[in-house]
């Protein structure tokens, strides 16, 4: 249901390393919570779902890469026990809320990050969007968390223009869709 490297933007290529599943293994949810001080720092992360401090029972993941690295696209779809997928989408939620600003530290660099959320509406039975942006940047990263039932899909659609990764939202409601045919 992860979205093929013909939906992908022109000269996005798939990131082997990035592909990840869980096969035919579902284990049981388990919830431990993340510190504060990591995060938002999770949330610049391809596997962002980890903020909600929820574990899935299964999951599939992977990513592509623009030319010259020039964007990112990451995609995954989890699934839940239970109402776990509710409480991993409440946990999002307010995790954008209190990394509403702040500063990372990494690979060097110090960069004060905005992070903007708004609700998706007609995306699933609920969806989010947070964007990401940064003056030490150049454009920004669009994240969508999208339920569906016991799914979660989440994606990360980094961009170095203007758009700040808003093509991702078009993106994620495909993958959104077809978990929707699938249920």
């Keep these: 249901m992860l979205l093929a490297a013909d939906a992908m933007p022109k000269g996005f290529k798939l990131n082997s390393d990035g592909a990840r599943n869980s096969g035919d293994i ?16 999770i949330l610049l992360q391809t596997a962002w779902i980890r903020a909600s401090g929820i574990e899935g029972a299964g999951f599939a993941q992977n990513d592509y890469t623009g030319p010259g690295q020039s964007g990112q696209f990451a995609q995954e779809i989890d699934t839940f026990h239970g109402d776990n997928a509710k409480k991993v989408m409440s ?16 690979d060097g660099m110090t960069a004060k990050v905005k992070i903007v959320r708004t609700a998706v509406p007609g995306m ?60």
């Design 26 to 41: 579902l284990t049981e949810d388990s919830t431990s919570t993340v510190p504060r001080s990591k995060v938002c720092g």
């Design 124 to 183: 699933g039975d609920e969806a989010i969007k947070a964007v990401e942006t940064s003056p030490a940047w150049q454009g920004g990263t669009t994240l969508v968390a999208a339920r569906v039932g016991n799914a979660v899909v989440t994606t990360l659609y980094n961009s170095s223009g203007k758009d700040k990764g808003a093509a991702g939202v078009k993106m994620t409601k495909a993958i959104v869709e077809g978990v929707e045919s699938a249920q």
């Design 91 to 106: 946990a999002l939620r307010k995790a954008f809320g209190s990394c509403a600003s702040f500063t990372d530290k990494s």
